[in-house]
């Protein structure tokens, strides 16, 4: 079992910064691959960053060179640091952790945290 927190959303002006941290407690952080994924109002929840056990990265094509996604084992933390934010960019951000998946479709990840809302104004 694995419980996530989030927290580091806000409300932020089109070309402004965040940084979201989730720490995870429970089991041994290395051996999951962490995402995050975010939920749009009336929209599917979808991939934005995962941090996968063996180190690599991906992310989605519309965060592709703003984001970076980057965890602290010794911490039990991951983070997704935001930069260059545009409206589009506005939803419920969600950490998730899978041990045996490290893929990008969110229904394949077994635990989540309870999300944080980032908005983007314009």
């Known amino acids: 079992q694995v419980q996530l927190v989030e927290s580091g959303g806000g409300l932020v002006q089109a070309g402004g910064s965040l940084r979201l941290s989730c720490v995870a407690s429970g089991s041994t952080f290395s051996s999951y691959a962490m995402g995050w994924f975010r939920q749009a109002p009336g929209k599917e929840r979808e991939s934005v960053a995962i941090s996968r056990k063996s180190g690599t990265t991906y992310y989605a094509a519309s965060v592709k060179g703003r984001f970076t996604i980057s965890r602290d084992n010794a911490k039990n933390t991951v983070y997704l640091q935001m930069n260059s934010l545009k409206p589009e960019d506005t939803a419920v951000y969600y950490c998730?952790?899978?041990?045996?998946?490290?893929?990008?479709?969110?229904?394949?990840?077994?635990?989540w945290g309870q999300g944080t809302q980032v908005t983007v104004s314009s």
């Open positions: 998730a952790a899978d041990s045996d998946y490290n893929g990008s479709y969110y229904y394949e990840y077994d635990y």
